[in-house]
């Protein structure tokens, strides 16, 4: 529970214009966050170009905004028009009612209890994809690693969804080409 607000909140500003765009996207952007978090804090002002955006860390903060009050909280439109395109407009980009709906289906699967058996089963399946891939490293077969990780993706959530025999990791990938077509 959020006890207190703080007095003051730290910033980083970087370069004139770019602010820390170019601090954030030099090396490893999760890096460059983890190390602004732990010299400035659980709450983080950084100026992306000349729009605030602020870096959230602490448990209390996260859920404060993404649970408590998320109705007062927008995703930015720079950021989640171009994802949109890609992702739909799954948990991660809805917003308001539709977003609170979304996380309400989902969060029974969530529960402490239900994520040691999703995990188990994460591992499983992308053990299974990695097996059926040393047969196309044997063969030195030249993949495209966006559907590869597609293929991961697709089995870990179809199998904790549905269950380890619903799909192999070649039926997950046939589903998979069929929702680009």
Known sequence: MLTERPSSIPTRKGLPLLGVLPNLFSGDPFEYLKNVMLEQGDLVQLNFGPTPVYLVSHPDYLQHILRDNYQNYRKP????????????????????????????????????????????????AIADVLTSWEVLAERKVVV??????????????????????????????????????
Not at 89 to 95: D, I, M, T
Not at 96 to 114: A, C, S
């Open 77 to 124: 439109d720079m950021l989640y028009s171009l994802t949109k395109e890609v992702m739909g407009n799954g948990l991660v980009l809805s917003v308001g009612d539709l977003w609170l709906r979304q996380r309400r289906m989902i969060q029974p699967y969530l529960h402490r209890n239900q994520l040691g058996n999703l995990f188990s089963d994460m591992r499983q």
């Open 144 to 181: 495209e690693l966006d559907e590869k990780m597609r293929e991961i993706s697709g089995t870990v959530i179809m199998r904790t969804l549905f269950g380890k025999a619903i799909l192999s990791a070649a039926e997950v990938t046939e589903v998979g080409s069929a929702s680009y077509e």
